[in-house]
């Protein structure tokens, strides 16, 4: 495991009479050498002290404490969470296991409804920086940090997350740091082996048919060799059918008007209603290999593998109601309408282009990581060598399929819809009914049917896209420890990390035509005879299942523009950072503390390509009629990074943190990429003009300044209760912000030119491009208590409770014209003109009451937060922001483990999730009037856990 910040005591007594024999100063060679051979002279040395590790033991209780212990006895302020037993931490992934932190909030994933990010003092997750067992790995999408979902909770012994900057800690965020760490197994005295599984009951009440799934899991530790060599292996699988979610969108809440009656009246502009079901598959392993011949020197080496696919279903209808939604799509006449304040309540609109959706969107990902950490102490030198390597893939497949009456078909043929209850702003409650049968596979057909692809030439009966990321991350890191006596420095370590990373997003995309079709108006049946409603409408349509259709029923037509090439990147980085830190102890104004102080030096090399159409010869969108060339651009450039961490013993078991220090979060690698696109557009200020988006090869990345102050009771190991405040000052802030540009060095005579306006006939326009803008403040506090009922009464033996509340304001106000771009622009682009922070619930709040006692166990949580700005996937897989409802996710648990007899060691366990079925909801500026709402219902947990 690479070096992790020392967790010690507040106070440290100083060494005396330290072996002194070697030069004062060793050669980085000689160390890196005897690191390596394991170097028999060290066999001999006299033995040193051992640093304390943490010992798991099982319960809800000591777990508790095991935590307790690691947040009091650290150096820096964090916070910890240990496993109640091994392979059981305590919630089914590591998200949802971070969100009983203070000052940490959970998004859940919009597609499986699960805890995915995790946003730490009101910034997004794109701001933390996330470890696995002290390192960097590599992750499977545009982030630079893996999804926590890749990494099985039944695989790790603890989560640590780091809040202040501490400069032994080489990868950390600019919000926090999360380390994932493995099971060490030369920490346990004896061999250990734990079983568990678990059957699952998903979307209970949803609405759909229940879904169901599977965990299983085998933790295996052992040592051999006299306690010397430590072994450890976990293994887990699970599979999940989640049967069902129905989902809504409003169309961004859309109500325009139309005439009727000589007036203008309110109706619904058009809905998406829709049923997803998702199928999941995860496996993940770990092996650790520990050797510790004596107390001088010890090796581990070890190894992740995880692997997953995910395939999701929508079926559902989507149409304009008002106004027709393309070239084939007419405008529609209301009838028959009942009006109230100037609101067809209901109504009949004619000319419905209803568009029957049947879409797969899949991926297979996997994730390989090694690592080798090896220690040697020499006298008062330890040193330390750590070589990792880790690369990710992810494969994505999209399936986007469109059924209705094609497009030359004669207007009086064209179905009718009519709504009723609709008053003005309740879309997710207005009920529809069609004249067309959506179900019967003579009226929905396969077909381009609002002429989306363009017209007859470019026919487009549906979607494909089958990008792949791979990215690589390579690490070596050499540290030296030395323990001195300098005044009040008690230690001192410094070293160097050299990463180097590649990452790449390639693929493919294009539309569906109808296989070996007549012309633009071709059509198919869809195959099959299934049926399925769509979403909450009511409405019964054709389904099918469209994976391996290509070469059957539709061919690929590949889509050359500015807009797809520009979704093809690689980005290269090459980054070194040298760091020192001393180890503080003393008194200072009568009060003992101890502490570090630090600094880093850090190098990037920034290195990034993507494509660039030539739209002085682009006629068309395939790859013979609009050529493009690659673009290759890049920078470096350097950061000193200082930090500060100093307790303070105030006696009675109270201490006073300070923390303060440079923090740095780079941009999101996607942000970084080559590419150039542009072209006519009517939505600037002086419409219209030349408009081009690209990425920054220059981008630097985030900065802020930090000051930490946190007050901690503790009450010996069993409870605590913290305050803490924290003030951030951001430097900058990354946005896309347009400037003017000539764009005539990618035009020719050909190129179309605005016709009007102040631009007219110019090859000058608006290019927009992420920037480090301007930042600003932010500033909350956080309270933790966690405290054992028996402290109170006697008689409350076993109970206890944790409570966390966090308040973060942000000054911060970013332009939303600063997120526009063709594949991510927010949906509430156009509605609002600035937002706050993406991220931020200004307010943060977690409730856990549980009893633990003779073998019993009962736990019931919620997990309170308001509302925020979330960033999710689109349906290309292209990140998205958006508005997100506050929610409450409660949370329950009972179990028994057997204390006796000969089912000892074997434990039982119900668990709930989601027990109010809060649904997922997204709107733009009134938060009653909801866009998007996905319903997952309910999830229940039964499990058995034996260990021995």
């Given amino acids: 495991m690479a070096h992790l910040p020392a967790a010690r005591a507040p106070r440290q007594p100083r060494a005396r009479g330290l072996h002194t024999t070697l030069p004062a100063v060793l050669p980085i060679t000689r160390a890196c050498a005897l690191l390596l051979l394991g170097s028999s002279a060290a066999q001999a040395q006299e033995a040193a002290p051992q640093s304390l590790e943490t010992v798991v033991v099982t319960g809800i209780r000591k777990s508790v404490e095991d935590s307790i212990a690691v947040k009091r006895n650290n150096s820096s302020i964090v916070e910890a969470i240990s496993a109640e037993d091994i392979g059981k931490l305590p919630d089914v992934t590591v998200a949802e296991s971070l969100g009983r932190v203070s000052g940490i909030a959970v998004q859940r994933s919009k597609v499986n409804g699960k805890a995915a990010g995790v946003s730490v003092r009101g910034m997004a997750p794109a701001f933390g920086g996330s470890l696995f067992n002290g390192r960097e790995v ?31 800690l080489v990868g950390q965020g600019l919000s926090a740091t999360v380390d994932m760490r493995t099971i060490r197994p030369l920490d346990y005295g004896r061999r250990t082996i734990a079983v568990s599984a678990r059957k699952e009951r998903i979307g209970e009440d949803s609405g759909v048919e229940v879904g169901s799934g599977n965990r299983t899991s085998l933790v295996y530790v052992d040592q051999f060799a006299n306690k010397t060599l430590g072994v450890a292996v976990a293994l887990s699988r699970s599979r999940e059918d989640n049967g069902g979610e129905q989902r809504f969108d409003s169309w961004g809440g859309w109500a325009p008007q139309v005439d009727y009656n000589g007036q203008q009246v309110a109706v619904p502009g058009g809905f998406k209603y829709e049923t997803q079901r998702r199928q999941s598959t995860r496996d993940g392993a770990t092996l650790t290999l520990q050797y510790k011949p004596n107390s001088e020197f010890k090796t581990t080496a070890d190894v992740f593998y995880g692997a997953g696919t995910e395939k999701t279903k929508q079926t559902g209808l989507e149409g304009a109601i008002a106004f027709g939604a393309g070239g084939y799509d007419p405008n529609g006449v209301l009838s028959n309408a009942t009006i109230a304040n100037g609101v067809a309540t209901s109504g009949t609109m004619n000319n419905y282009k209803g568009v029957v959706r049947n879409h797969m969107f899949s991926n297979k990902d996997r994730l390989l990581a090694l690592g080798v950490n090896s220690e040697l102490k020499t006298g008062d030198w330890r040193w330390e060598a750590d070589l990792s390597r880790s690369h990710g893939v992810k494969n994505i497949s999209n399936f986007e399929t469109t059924a209705g009456q094609p497009g030359n078909t004669p207007a009086n043929q064209l179905a009718s819809i009519s709504w009723t209850g609709f008053n003005g702003s309740n879309f997710a409650d207005v009920k529809y009914t069609t004249s067309g049968n959506f179900a019967d596979r003579n009226f929905a057909l396969l077909t381009d049917v609002d002429g989306w692809g363009g017209g007859p030439a470019t026919p487009q009966a549906g979607y494909a896209a089958l990008p792949t990321i791979d990215d690589k991350l390579t690490s070596v890191r050499l540290t030296a420890h030395h323990d001195v006596e300098w005044g009040p420095v008690v230690g001192t370590r410094f070293g160097i990390n050299l990463n180097k990373r590649d990452k790449a997003r390639l693929g493919d995309e294009g539309r569906l035509s109808i296989l070996n079709g007549a012309d633009g108006y071709a059509t198919a049946k869809i195959p099959g005879a299934s049926t399925a409603l769509a979403g909450a409408s009511g409405i019964e349509v054709a389904s099918w299942d469209p994976t391996g259709s290509l070469g059957s029923v539709y061919a690929i037509n590949r ?62 969108i395939t790859v013979d009629t609009c050529p493009y060339v690659v673009r290759t651009d890049g920078t470096s450039y350097y950061h000193l990074l200082p930090s500060l961490n100093l307790t303070f013993e105030l006696g009675n078991q109270q201490l006073l943190r300070l923390g303060a220090g440079k923090q740095v979060a780079r941009a999101n690698l996607d942000n970084m990429k080559a590419s150039l696109d542009f072209g006519v ?26 000051l930490d102050l946190s007050y901690e009771k503790y009450f010996d190991k069993y409870g605590y209760i913290s305050l803490a405040a924290f003030f951030k000052k951001l430097d900058n802030y990354v946005i896309n912000a347009p400037r003017e540009f000539d764009f005539a060095p990618y035009t020719s005579a050909t190129t179309p030119l605005p016709d009007h306006g102040p631009y007219k006939g110019s090859t000058v326009g608006f290019l927009t491009q992420p920037v480090n803008g301007q930042g600003g403040n932010m500033h909350g506090f956080e309270l933790a208590i966690n405290l054992p009922g028996r402290m109170a009464f006697d008689w409350l033996d076993g109970f206890g409770a944790q409570l966390n509340h966090s308040y973060t304001s942000s000054s911060v106000r970013l332009p939303t014209s600063g997120f526009v771009s063709p594949q991510n622009g927010p949906v509430f682009a156009g509605v609002v003109n600035e937002i706050g922070l993406p991220g931020l619930s200004k307010n943060v709040t977690t409730l856990r009451l549980y009893y633990e006692k003779h073998g019993f166990q009962l736990a019931w949580a919620a997990h309170k937060r308001s509302d925020f700005i979330g960033q999710i996937l689109d349906y290309r897989s292209d990140s998205q922001f958006t508005f997100i409802k506050g929610e409450t996710i409660v949370d329950a648990q009972v179990g028994y483990e057997f204390q006796e007899g000969w089912l000892k060691g074997l434990s039982v366990l119900l668990q709930g999730h989601n027990m109010t079925n809060t649904p997922f909801q997204e709107f733009t500026t009134d938060r009653s009037i909801i866009t998007n709402k996905v319903v997952y219902g309910k999830t229940y947990r039964l499990g058995l856990n034996y260990r021995f």
Avoid: M
């Avoid at 500015?562 to 070194?576: F, I, P, Q």
């Avoid at 009517?682 to 930090?706: D, H, W």
């Fill in 138 to 168: 590599a992750s499977t999408s545009d982030a630079r940090s893996p999804e926590f979902d890749l990494f099985p909770a039944e695989l790790l012994a603890s989560l640590l997350i780091y809040k202040t900057p501490d400069a032994s």
């Fill in 559 to 620: 889509w050359v523009d500015a807009t797809v090439l520009s979704r093809n990147w690689t980005v290269g980085e090459k980054v070194a950072t040298a760091f020192a830190q001393a180890d503080l102890s003393g008194d200072l104004g009568g009060l003992p503390y101890s502490g570090n102080i630090g600094l880093q030096l850090v190098h990037t090399n920034q290195t990034s390509s993507g494509n660039q159409v030539d739209l002085a010869k682009c006629t068309g």
């Fill in 681 to 706: 557009q009517n939505a600037t200020a002086v419409q219209p003009a030349l408009t081009g988006f690209s990425g920054n090869p220059k981008l630097k990345p985030y900065a802020a300044k930090a």
